[in-house]
Protein backbone atom coordinates (compact mmCIF):
# COMPACT_ATOMS: atom_id res chain seq x y z
CA UNK A 1 0.00 0.00 0.00
CA UNK A 2 3.19 2.23 0.89
CA UNK A 3 4.52 1.64 -2.98
CA UNK A 4 1.01 2.90 -3.96
CA UNK A 5 0.93 5.71 -2.34
CA UNK A 6 4.47 6.89 -3.32
CA UNK A 7 3.71 6.34 -6.52
CA UNK A 8 0.58 8.36 -6.84
CA UNK A 9 1.92 11.24 -4.92
CA UNK A 10 5.20 11.59 -7.10
CA UNK A 11 3.43 11.05 -9.80
CA UNK A 12 1.31 14.09 -9.18
CA UNK A 13 4.24 16.29 -8.32
CA UNK A 14 6.56 14.94 -11.02
CA UNK A 15 3.38 16.78 -12.95
CA UNK A 16 4.90 20.15 -11.89
CA UNK A 17 8.36 19.49 -12.63
CA UNK A 18 7.51 19.69 -16.27
CA UNK A 19 7.69 23.75 -15.29
CA UNK A 20 11.12 23.61 -15.14
CA UNK A 21 13.15 24.74 -17.76
CA UNK A 22 15.62 22.21 -17.32
CA UNK A 23 14.48 18.18 -17.41
CA UNK A 24 17.98 17.11 -15.99
CA UNK A 25 16.69 16.66 -12.62
CA UNK A 26 13.19 14.67 -14.00
CA UNK A 27 15.55 11.01 -14.47
CA UNK A 28 17.39 11.05 -11.21
CA UNK A 29 14.23 11.98 -9.17
CA UNK A 30 12.29 9.26 -11.03
CA UNK A 31 15.29 6.61 -10.27
CA UNK A 32 15.41 7.73 -6.48
CA UNK A 33 11.39 7.44 -5.98
CA UNK A 34 11.76 3.56 -7.38
CA UNK A 35 14.70 2.95 -5.22
CA UNK A 36 12.12 3.98 -2.46
CA UNK A 37 9.25 1.91 -3.72
CA UNK A 38 11.48 -1.17 -4.31
CA UNK A 39 12.80 -0.76 -0.62
CA UNK A 40 8.77 0.19 0.51
CA UNK A 41 7.63 -3.42 -0.80
CA UNK A 42 10.92 -5.16 0.29
CA UNK A 43 9.77 -3.83 3.94
CA UNK A 44 6.43 -5.31 3.25
CA UNK A 45 7.52 -8.64 2.64
CA UNK A 46 8.52 -9.27 6.37
CA UNK A 47 5.09 -7.65 7.81
CA UNK A 48 3.01 -10.95 6.51
CA UNK A 49 -0.48 -10.82 4.93
CA UNK A 50 -1.94 -6.82 4.59
CA UNK A 51 -5.46 -6.06 3.48
CA UNK A 52 -6.86 -2.39 2.35
CA UNK A 53 -10.34 -0.99 1.51
CA UNK A 54 -12.85 -3.45 3.13
CA UNK A 55 -10.22 -5.97 1.33
CA UNK A 56 -10.58 -4.98 -2.06
CA UNK A 57 -6.76 -5.05 -1.93
CA UNK A 58 -4.58 -8.16 -0.54
CA UNK A 59 -0.80 -7.45 0.01
CA UNK A 60 0.92 -10.77 0.39
CA UNK A 61 4.26 -12.14 -0.35
CA UNK A 62 2.57 -13.09 -3.92
CA UNK A 63 2.13 -9.38 -4.75
CA UNK A 64 5.21 -8.06 -3.00
CA UNK A 65 7.14 -10.65 -5.33
CA UNK A 66 5.25 -9.39 -8.50
CA UNK A 67 5.16 -6.18 -7.54
CA UNK A 68 9.36 -6.09 -6.89
CA UNK A 69 9.12 -7.23 -11.01
CA UNK A 70 7.80 -4.02 -12.13
CA UNK A 71 9.28 -1.68 -10.03
CA UNK A 72 12.75 -3.03 -11.09
CA UNK A 73 11.49 -3.55 -14.21
CA UNK A 74 10.59 0.17 -14.81
CA UNK A 75 14.19 0.79 -13.06
CA UNK A 76 16.08 -0.53 -15.39
CA UNK A 77 14.09 1.05 -17.99
CA UNK A 78 15.04 4.27 -17.10
CA UNK A 79 17.90 5.03 -18.09
CA UNK A 80 17.35 4.24 -21.24
CA UNK A 81 15.23 7.43 -21.91
CA UNK A 82 18.63 9.39 -21.80
CA UNK A 83 17.90 10.68 -25.29
CA UNK A 84 14.45 12.40 -24.34
CA UNK A 85 16.59 14.14 -21.59
CA UNK A 86 19.84 15.29 -24.07
CA UNK A 87 17.19 16.38 -26.40
CA UNK A 88 15.20 18.62 -24.68
CA UNK A 89 11.63 16.58 -24.57
CA UNK A 90 9.33 19.38 -23.71
CA UNK A 91 6.77 16.49 -22.15
CA UNK A 92 9.38 14.07 -20.52
CA UNK A 93 7.84 15.14 -17.04
CA UNK A 94 4.31 13.95 -18.29
CA UNK A 95 5.47 10.57 -19.75
CA UNK A 96 7.47 9.51 -16.49
CA UNK A 97 4.13 10.34 -14.53
CA UNK A 98 2.34 8.00 -17.16
CA UNK A 99 4.73 5.11 -16.20
CA UNK A 100 4.45 5.90 -12.94
CA UNK A 101 0.50 5.41 -12.90
CA UNK A 102 0.77 2.86 -15.05
CA UNK A 103 2.95 1.37 -12.29
CA UNK A 104 -0.06 1.99 -9.87
CA UNK A 105 -2.14 0.18 -12.30
CA UNK A 106 0.05 -2.48 -12.55
CA UNK A 107 0.81 -3.25 -8.86
CA UNK A 108 -3.55 -2.97 -7.94
CA UNK A 109 -3.73 -5.96 -10.66
CA UNK A 110 -1.50 -7.55 -8.88
CA UNK A 111 -2.69 -6.91 -5.53
CA UNK A 112 -6.43 -7.30 -5.80
CA UNK A 113 -8.82 -9.13 -4.03
CA UNK A 114 -11.96 -7.96 -6.16
CA UNK A 115 -12.54 -7.66 -9.45
CA UNK A 116 -13.57 -4.00 -9.20
CA UNK A 117 -9.82 -3.49 -8.17
CA UNK A 118 -8.77 -5.32 -10.87
CA UNK A 119 -10.96 -3.50 -13.44
CA UNK A 120 -9.41 0.05 -11.62
CA UNK A 121 -6.28 -0.86 -11.98
CA UNK A 122 -6.18 -2.86 -15.68
CA UNK A 123 -7.80 1.02 -16.84
CA UNK A 124 -5.00 2.96 -14.90
CA UNK A 125 -2.51 1.24 -16.41
CA UNK A 126 -4.18 1.11 -20.17
CA UNK A 127 -4.90 4.62 -20.25
CA UNK A 128 -1.77 5.58 -19.62
CA UNK A 129 -0.26 3.51 -22.27
CA UNK A 130 -2.60 4.39 -24.58
CA UNK A 131 -1.20 8.31 -24.24
CA UNK A 132 2.26 7.23 -24.42
CA UNK A 133 1.81 4.81 -27.90
CA UNK A 134 1.31 8.43 -30.00
CA UNK A 135 3.85 10.33 -27.97
CA UNK A 136 5.92 10.84 -31.01
CA UNK A 137 3.04 12.95 -32.43
CA UNK A 138 4.78 14.02 -35.35
CA UNK A 139 5.16 10.07 -36.44
CA UNK A 140 2.19 8.60 -38.42
CA UNK A 141 3.31 4.96 -37.06
CA UNK A 142 2.55 6.10 -33.24
CA UNK A 143 -0.80 8.33 -34.30
CA UNK A 144 -1.81 4.80 -35.50
CA UNK A 145 -0.36 2.69 -33.09
CA UNK A 146 -1.98 4.68 -29.95
CA UNK A 147 -5.31 4.61 -32.38
CA UNK A 148 -4.63 0.93 -32.85
CA UNK A 149 -4.32 0.50 -29.31
CA UNK A 150 -7.37 2.83 -27.88
CA UNK A 151 -9.96 0.82 -29.91
CA UNK A 152 -8.38 -2.30 -29.04
CA UNK A 153 -8.30 -1.58 -25.64
CA UNK A 154 -11.58 0.02 -25.62
CA UNK A 155 -13.19 -3.43 -26.96
CA UNK A 156 -11.46 -5.60 -23.95
CA UNK A 157 -12.71 -3.47 -21.61
CA UNK A 158 -16.47 -3.72 -22.56
CA UNK A 159 -15.95 -7.90 -23.00
CA UNK A 160 -14.12 -7.61 -19.54
CA UNK A 161 -16.64 -5.76 -17.95
CA UNK A 162 -19.56 -7.65 -19.40
CA UNK A 163 -17.88 -10.52 -18.32
CA UNK A 164 -17.71 -9.54 -14.72
CA UNK A 165 -21.02 -8.44 -14.14
CA UNK A 166 -22.25 -11.56 -15.40
CA UNK A 167 -20.18 -13.16 -13.01
CA UNK A 168 -21.65 -10.68 -10.22
CA UNK A 169 -24.96 -11.62 -11.40
CA UNK A 170 -24.38 -15.64 -10.90
CA UNK A 171 -22.50 -15.12 -7.61
CA UNK A 172 -23.50 -12.24 -5.82
CA UNK A 173 -19.88 -11.11 -5.78
CA UNK A 174 -17.10 -9.72 -6.19
CA UNK A 175 -14.34 -10.87 -3.44
CA UNK A 176 -12.13 -13.81 -5.47
CA UNK A 177 -12.25 -15.59 -2.08
CA UNK A 178 -16.42 -15.56 -2.06
CA UNK A 179 -16.72 -16.35 -5.85
CA UNK A 180 -14.19 -19.23 -5.19
CA UNK A 181 -17.11 -21.10 -3.25
CA UNK A 182 -19.79 -19.54 -4.63
CA UNK A 183 -18.69 -20.95 -8.25
CA UNK A 184 -19.00 -24.74 -6.78
CA UNK A 185 -22.23 -23.84 -4.50
CA UNK A 186 -25.24 -26.11 -5.64
CA UNK A 187 -27.48 -23.61 -4.47
CA UNK A 188 -26.43 -21.66 -7.58
CA UNK A 189 -26.49 -23.77 -10.46
CA UNK A 190 -29.43 -22.35 -12.27
CA UNK A 191 -27.16 -19.63 -12.73
CA UNK A 192 -24.06 -21.86 -14.12
CA UNK A 193 -24.66 -20.84 -17.92
CA UNK A 194 -24.92 -16.99 -16.95
CA UNK A 195 -21.12 -17.80 -15.15
CA UNK A 196 -19.21 -19.75 -17.53
CA UNK A 197 -20.60 -17.20 -19.96
CA UNK A 198 -18.79 -14.61 -17.81
CA UNK A 199 -15.69 -16.47 -17.10
CA UNK A 200 -15.42 -16.81 -20.37
CA UNK A 201 -15.80 -12.98 -21.46
CA UNK A 202 -12.98 -12.91 -18.86
CA UNK A 203 -10.44 -14.95 -19.92
CA UNK A 204 -11.11 -13.02 -22.86
CA UNK A 205 -10.85 -9.85 -22.08
CA UNK A 206 -7.46 -10.30 -20.08
CA UNK A 207 -5.88 -11.98 -22.99
CA UNK A 208 -6.60 -8.92 -25.28
CA UNK A 209 -4.46 -7.04 -22.61
CA UNK A 210 -1.44 -9.72 -22.40
CA UNK A 211 -1.74 -9.91 -26.63
CA UNK A 212 -2.17 -13.35 -26.59
CA UNK A 213 -3.25 -15.34 -29.86
CA UNK A 214 -5.91 -14.70 -31.35
CA UNK A 215 -6.42 -11.94 -29.48
CA UNK A 216 -3.48 -9.91 -30.49
CA UNK A 217 -4.73 -8.77 -33.52
CA UNK A 218 -2.84 -5.02 -33.69
CA UNK A 219 -0.57 -5.92 -30.77
CA UNK A 220 2.83 -5.95 -33.68
CA UNK A 221 1.38 -3.10 -35.20
CA UNK A 222 1.18 -1.06 -31.53
CA UNK A 223 4.43 -2.56 -30.53
CA UNK A 224 6.21 -1.11 -34.09
CA UNK A 225 4.61 2.38 -33.76
CA UNK A 226 4.72 2.98 -30.05
CA UNK A 227 8.57 4.62 -29.57
CA UNK A 228 10.73 1.79 -28.30
CA UNK A 229 11.37 2.86 -24.92
CA UNK A 230 7.56 2.29 -24.46
CA UNK A 231 7.19 -0.55 -26.39
CA UNK A 232 9.56 -1.97 -24.03
CA UNK A 233 7.44 -1.08 -20.70
CA UNK A 234 4.55 -2.62 -23.19
CA UNK A 235 6.51 -5.98 -23.22
CA UNK A 236 7.54 -6.04 -20.15
CA UNK A 237 5.47 -4.37 -16.76
CA UNK A 238 2.11 -4.58 -18.55
CA UNK A 239 2.96 -8.18 -19.42
CA UNK A 240 4.29 -9.01 -15.64
CA UNK A 241 1.06 -7.84 -14.30
CA UNK A 242 -1.75 -9.16 -16.49
CA UNK A 243 -0.32 -12.94 -15.68
CA UNK A 244 0.14 -12.00 -12.00
CA UNK A 245 -3.80 -11.34 -12.14
CA UNK A 246 -4.65 -13.86 -14.49
CA UNK A 247 -3.25 -16.41 -12.18
CA UNK A 248 -4.72 -15.23 -8.94
CA UNK A 249 -8.25 -15.04 -10.83
CA UNK A 250 -7.97 -18.36 -12.27
CA UNK A 251 -6.06 -20.14 -8.95
CA UNK A 252 -8.08 -18.20 -6.70
CA UNK A 253 -11.54 -17.34 -8.08
CA UNK A 254 -12.68 -19.92 -11.19
CA UNK A 255 -10.66 -22.95 -9.42
CA UNK A 256 -13.64 -24.54 -9.21
CA UNK A 257 -14.99 -23.85 -13.03
CA UNK A 258 -11.71 -25.45 -14.27
CA UNK A 259 -12.97 -27.83 -16.06
CA UNK A 260 -15.01 -25.46 -17.95
CA UNK A 261 -12.27 -23.08 -18.62
CA UNK A 262 -9.23 -25.38 -19.05
CA UNK A 263 -10.07 -26.10 -22.50
CA UNK A 264 -10.36 -22.97 -23.87
CA UNK A 265 -7.15 -21.54 -21.91
CA UNK A 266 -5.31 -24.81 -23.36
CA UNK A 267 -6.17 -23.77 -26.89
CA UNK A 268 -5.01 -19.59 -26.41
CA UNK A 269 -1.77 -21.21 -25.85
CA UNK A 270 -1.50 -23.09 -28.48
CA UNK A 271 -2.36 -20.62 -30.63
CA UNK A 272 -0.57 -18.00 -29.58
CA UNK A 273 2.83 -20.13 -29.52
CA UNK A 274 1.95 -21.51 -33.07
CA UNK A 275 1.10 -17.61 -34.76
CA UNK A 276 3.80 -16.01 -32.02
CA UNK A 277 7.08 -17.84 -33.21
CA UNK A 278 5.95 -18.54 -36.56
CA UNK A 279 4.67 -15.23 -36.86
CA UNK A 280 8.38 -13.93 -35.82
CA UNK A 281 10.00 -15.93 -38.41
CA UNK A 282 8.89 -14.04 -41.32
CA UNK A 283 9.43 -10.73 -39.75
CA UNK A 284 11.98 -8.14 -41.64
CA UNK A 285 12.24 -5.88 -38.98
CA UNK A 286 13.88 -6.48 -35.03
CA UNK A 287 11.02 -4.13 -33.51
CA UNK A 288 8.45 -5.91 -35.31
CA UNK A 289 9.92 -9.36 -34.79
CA UNK A 290 10.07 -8.33 -30.92
CA UNK A 291 6.71 -7.68 -31.29
CA UNK A 292 5.71 -11.43 -32.13
CA UNK A 293 8.62 -12.43 -30.12
CA UNK A 294 6.09 -11.15 -26.95
CA UNK A 295 2.83 -12.99 -28.23
CA UNK A 296 4.97 -15.67 -28.40
CA UNK A 297 6.61 -15.41 -24.48
CA UNK A 298 2.68 -15.44 -23.87
CA UNK A 299 1.82 -18.84 -24.66
CA UNK A 300 4.59 -19.99 -22.48
CA UNK A 301 3.09 -18.53 -19.28
CA UNK A 302 -0.01 -19.56 -20.79
CA UNK A 303 1.50 -23.22 -19.63
CA UNK A 304 1.43 -22.11 -16.21
CA UNK A 305 -1.95 -21.56 -16.09
CA UNK A 306 -2.93 -24.50 -17.59
CA UNK A 307 -0.99 -27.01 -15.23
CA UNK A 308 -2.83 -24.52 -12.84
CA UNK A 309 -0.24 -26.02 -9.97
CA UNK A 310 -0.50 -23.43 -6.80
CA UNK A 311 3.48 -23.90 -6.00
CA UNK A 312 4.62 -25.07 -9.48
CA UNK A 313 2.93 -22.82 -11.37
CA UNK A 314 3.24 -19.47 -9.44
CA UNK A 315 6.91 -19.81 -9.17
CA UNK A 316 7.07 -20.73 -12.90
CA UNK A 317 5.31 -17.47 -13.63
CA UNK A 318 7.20 -15.76 -11.11
CA UNK A 319 10.47 -16.67 -12.53
CA UNK A 320 9.67 -17.00 -16.17
CA UNK A 321 8.45 -13.00 -16.06
CA UNK A 322 11.36 -11.70 -14.35
CA UNK A 323 14.44 -13.13 -16.65
CA UNK A 324 11.50 -12.15 -19.65
CA UNK A 325 11.57 -8.73 -18.58
CA UNK A 326 15.69 -8.27 -18.12
CA UNK A 327 16.52 -9.58 -21.02
CA UNK A 328 13.73 -8.20 -23.07
CA UNK A 329 14.59 -4.70 -21.63
CA UNK A 330 18.48 -5.09 -22.83
CA UNK A 331 17.21 -6.31 -26.56
CA UNK A 332 14.84 -3.34 -27.05
CA UNK A 333 17.84 -0.83 -25.16
CA UNK A 334 20.37 -1.89 -27.84
CA UNK A 335 17.44 -1.95 -30.56
CA UNK A 336 16.70 1.53 -29.10
CA UNK A 337 20.29 2.68 -29.25
CA UNK A 338 21.16 1.30 -32.76
CA UNK A 339 17.81 2.47 -34.75
CA UNK A 340 18.22 6.16 -33.08
CA UNK A 341 21.64 6.71 -34.43
CA UNK A 342 21.41 4.64 -37.41
CA UNK A 343 17.79 5.28 -38.53
CA UNK A 344 17.32 1.43 -39.10
CA UNK A 345 15.39 -1.02 -37.30
CA UNK A 346 16.01 -4.19 -39.88
CA UNK A 347 18.58 -7.06 -39.29
CA UNK A 348 21.22 -5.58 -41.40
CA UNK A 349 20.96 -2.00 -39.54
CA UNK A 350 22.68 -4.24 -37.09
CA UNK A 351 25.44 -5.27 -39.31
CA UNK A 352 29.38 -5.09 -38.01
CA UNK A 353 28.30 -3.76 -34.15
CA UNK A 354 30.25 -5.60 -32.77
CA UNK A 355 33.36 -4.40 -34.52
CA UNK A 356 32.20 -0.91 -33.94
CA UNK A 357 30.17 -1.74 -29.94
CA UNK A 358 30.90 -4.32 -28.07
CA UNK A 359 29.64 -4.02 -25.56
CA UNK A 360 26.22 -3.53 -27.20
CA UNK A 361 26.56 -6.82 -29.38
CA UNK A 362 27.52 -8.98 -26.44
CA UNK A 363 24.38 -7.50 -24.40
CA UNK A 364 22.56 -8.56 -27.29
CA UNK A 365 23.65 -11.94 -27.52
CA UNK A 366 23.18 -12.56 -24.34
CA UNK A 367 19.52 -11.19 -24.33
CA UNK A 368 18.66 -13.01 -27.36
CA UNK A 369 20.09 -16.36 -26.06
CA UNK A 370 17.89 -15.67 -22.89
CA UNK A 371 14.69 -15.05 -25.40
CA UNK A 372 15.00 -18.28 -26.81
CA UNK A 373 15.92 -20.19 -23.46
CA UNK A 374 19.75 -21.28 -24.13
CA UNK A 375 21.22 -22.95 -21.25
CA UNK A 376 23.01 -20.61 -18.63
CA UNK A 377 20.92 -17.74 -19.27
CA UNK A 378 17.85 -17.11 -17.25
CA UNK A 379 15.45 -17.99 -19.92
CA UNK A 380 16.27 -21.15 -19.92
CA UNK A 381 14.66 -22.15 -16.21
CA UNK A 382 12.51 -19.37 -16.78
CA UNK A 383 10.84 -21.91 -19.25
CA UNK A 384 12.16 -25.22 -16.93
CA UNK A 385 10.22 -24.26 -14.46
CA UNK A 386 7.16 -23.64 -16.42
CA UNK A 387 7.29 -26.49 -18.34
CA UNK A 388 7.95 -28.35 -14.84
CA UNK A 389 4.69 -27.42 -13.67
CA UNK A 390 3.00 -29.01 -16.70
CA UNK A 391 4.64 -31.96 -16.79
CA UNK A 392 3.96 -32.41 -13.19
CA UNK A 393 0.14 -32.12 -14.25
CA UNK A 394 0.60 -34.72 -17.35
CA UNK A 395 0.88 -31.83 -20.05
CA UNK A 396 3.57 -33.89 -21.94
CA UNK A 397 2.31 -32.93 -25.52
CA UNK A 398 1.73 -29.40 -24.55
CA UNK A 399 5.45 -29.19 -23.66
CA UNK A 400 6.75 -30.97 -26.73
CA UNK A 401 4.88 -28.32 -28.94
CA UNK A 402 6.50 -26.31 -26.42
CA UNK A 403 9.96 -27.19 -27.51
CA UNK A 404 9.50 -27.31 -31.07
CA UNK A 405 8.40 -23.81 -30.97
CA UNK A 406 11.22 -23.11 -28.55
CA UNK A 407 13.48 -24.51 -31.73
CA UNK A 408 11.41 -22.37 -34.28
CA UNK A 409 12.28 -19.35 -32.23
CA UNK A 410 16.24 -20.18 -32.09
CA UNK A 411 15.77 -19.18 -36.44
CA UNK A 412 14.81 -15.59 -35.34
CA UNK A 413 16.81 -14.89 -32.32
CA UNK A 414 20.02 -15.77 -33.41
CA UNK A 415 19.26 -13.51 -36.94
CA UNK A 416 20.37 -10.03 -35.14
CA UNK A 417 23.13 -11.86 -33.57
CA UNK A 418 24.17 -12.71 -37.01
CA UNK A 419 24.28 -9.65 -38.45
CA UNK A 420 25.80 -8.17 -35.41
CA UNK A 421 29.06 -10.41 -36.00
CA UNK A 422 28.94 -11.38 -39.21
CA UNK A 423 27.44 -8.79 -41.65
CA UNK A 424 29.07 -5.73 -42.87
CA UNK A 425 28.59 -2.11 -41.24
CA UNK A 426 25.81 -0.67 -43.47
CA UNK A 427 27.12 2.53 -45.61
CA UNK A 428 27.98 5.41 -43.43
CA UNK A 429 27.60 4.08 -40.38
CA UNK A 430 29.15 5.66 -37.60
CA UNK A 431 29.59 4.20 -33.49
CA UNK A 432 26.77 3.52 -31.68
CA UNK A 433 26.92 6.59 -29.03
CA UNK A 434 26.02 4.89 -25.37
CA UNK A 435 26.40 6.98 -22.54
CA UNK A 436 28.62 5.90 -19.28
CA UNK A 437 25.35 5.45 -17.32
CA UNK A 438 23.62 3.63 -20.18
CA UNK A 439 26.90 1.01 -20.44
CA UNK A 440 26.71 0.50 -16.57
CA UNK A 441 22.71 -0.23 -17.19
CA UNK A 442 23.75 -2.60 -19.81
CA UNK A 443 26.34 -4.81 -18.10
CA UNK A 444 23.82 -5.32 -15.14
CA UNK A 445 20.51 -6.82 -16.95
CA UNK A 446 24.07 -8.35 -19.40
CA UNK A 447 25.17 -9.86 -15.56
CA UNK A 448 21.38 -10.40 -14.43
CA UNK A 449 20.24 -12.43 -16.96
CA UNK A 450 23.25 -14.50 -16.41
CA UNK A 451 23.05 -15.25 -12.60
CA UNK A 452 19.94 -16.23 -13.40
CA UNK A 453 20.89 -18.94 -15.80
CA UNK A 454 24.20 -19.56 -13.36
CA UNK A 455 22.00 -19.93 -9.80
CA UNK A 456 18.20 -19.55 -10.26
CA UNK A 457 17.46 -21.25 -6.69
CA UNK A 458 18.97 -17.26 -5.44
CA UNK A 459 14.67 -16.25 -6.73
CA UNK A 460 13.07 -19.65 -7.62
CA UNK A 461 11.91 -20.36 -4.16
CA UNK A 462 10.30 -17.42 -3.03
CA UNK A 463 6.94 -18.33 -3.65
Known sequence: MTSLIILSVFGIINLFLGFLRSNKMLMPLAMLVLVIVFGANAYDWSLGTQSFFSEMLVVDRYTVAFTGI????????????????????????EYYSLLLFALVGAIMMVAYNNMLMLFIGIEIMSISMYVVAGADKRNARSNEAALKYFLMGAFATGILLFGVALVYGATGT??????????????????????????LL????????????????????????????????????VKTAGFAAFFKLLLVGFGGAQSFWLPTVLAITILTLLIGNLGAVAQTSVKRMLAYSSISHAGYLFIALVAFDQNLSANGIFFYSLAYSVATISAFAVLKLVADQRQREDYDGFGGLYRTNPLLAGCLT??????????????????????????????????????????????????????????????????????????????????????LGVLPGLVSGLL
Do not use: C
Request: glycine share 6%.
Open 70 to 93: VVLTTMLLLPFSEKYVREGEANLA
Open 174 to 199: FYLSQLSAAVTNPANAEFTPMLYVGI
Open 202 to 237: IIIGISFKVGAAPFHFWTPDVYEGSPTFFTAYMSTV
Open 366 to 451: ISMLSLAGIPLTGGFFGKFFVFSAAVSQGYIGLVVFALVMSMVSIYYYLRPVIAAYLRPLPENAQPVYVSSFQSVMLVVLALLTVV
